[in-house]
Nanobody, 121 residues
Framework: VQLQASGGGLVQPGGSLRLSCAASGTFFSIHVMGWYRQAPGKQRDVVSLIYSDGTTTYADSAKGRFTISRDNVKNTMYLQMNDLKPEDTAVYYC????????????????WGKGTQVTVSS
């Protein structure tokens, strides 16, 4: 299973970005997908999670500004980020866990390479 994140970039404060994370490989389903971010010198923190039934969770910093979604047919997850602030600057990583498929350990954690988001004027 491979995860490919895209959509990062440089945006001014108050602007918007939409991140995408495409999962590829041979599998039947993914239980949880999520976005995490890591700013320089800081630990990687969860931003938002979305479960296979559509249930979502958000970090307090993301509530009201970010929206997570997923397309189970395309095996793609999105993060719409609005009203971006300089403190949102970080490398954003996508994650998947609870994958059912041949030769896949259900408890394994999969990470994509990060995509840089920079919010600056």
């Amino acid at each position: 299973v491979q995860l490919q994140a895209s959509g990062g970039g440089l945006v001014q404060p108050g602007g918007s970005l939409r991140l995408s994370c495409a999962a590829s490989g041979t599998f039947f389903s993914i239980h949880v997908m999520g976005w995490y971010r890591q700013a320089p010198g800081k630990q990687r923190d969860v931003v938002s999670l979305i479960y296979s039934d559509g249930t979502t969770t958000y970090a307090d910093s993301a509530k009201g500004r970010f929206t997570i979604s997923r397309d189970n047919v395309k095996n793609t997850m999105y993060l719409q980020m609005n009203d971006l602030k300089p403190e949102d600057t970080a490398v954003y990583y996508c994650n998947a866990v609870g994958i059912r498929g041949p030769g896949i350990s259900y408890g394994a954690n999969y990470w994509g390479k990060g995509t840089q988001v920079t919010v600056s004027s």
